[in-house]
């Protein structure tokens, strides 16, 4: 490849970096609070009350309030019991508890997990698509006679390996 090929991969490069800047840095912080996403770590409690439809079955009830993990203890009067909470069913009143991140983490999570279903997943694709680029575009960031090419070699065939040892490990 020319020389002016180099100069524009090296240019693209330089700008979408910089471009991508601030979301490359919320895709880092989402990326490393969804690891602790089975932890309490920086999550706060909140109370909730929502009224749903009386007569539930308690199988049904974690579905109708959206609640992972929902833990069915008991059923006594007309109130079921639930791990954080209860649920009235006669009047359909349940008053339960939740753990959530604060506002911001929790935005920034949801954009980092966004599926084909929500609007966002565009974003998460020319993201992907993105880091794609900077992956191949390093490549062209030195020339291949260079030593420090050449010795650049070499960390990405150790970041392959140590990948590889992830992936199958």
Not at 24 to 29: E, G, H, K, N, T
Not at 138 to 148: E, N
């Amino acid at each position: 490849m020319g020389r002016k090929t180099e100069e524009k991969m090296r240019t693209y490069h330089r700008y979408l970096g910089f471009f991508l800047a601030g979301i490359m840095a919320m895709y880092a912080i989402s990326g490393i609070i969804l690891i602790f996403r089975d932890t309490d770590f920086l999550k706060k409690e909140v109370a909730v009350e929502k009224t749903i439809q009386p007569n539930v079955k308690a199988d049904d009830l974690g579905k109708m309030l959206k609640i992972k993990h929902f833990k069915l203890q008991k059923e006594e009067g007309g109130i079921v019991h639930f791990e954080g909470g209860s649920y009235d069913s006669k009047t359909g009143l349940a008053s339960y508890t939740l753990k959530t991140l604060p506002f911001v983490l929790d935005k920034m999570t949801k954009v980092h997990k966004a599926t084909s279903s929500q609007p966002l997943f565009f974003l998460n694709i020319f993201f992907g698509a993105s880091l794609l680029f900077f992956v191949i575009s390093a490549f062209w960031m030195f020339r291949p006679s260079a030593p420090i090419f050449k010795k650049g070699l070499y960390f990405a065939l150790g970041g392959l390996l140590l990948t590889l040892i992830l992936l199958f490990v």
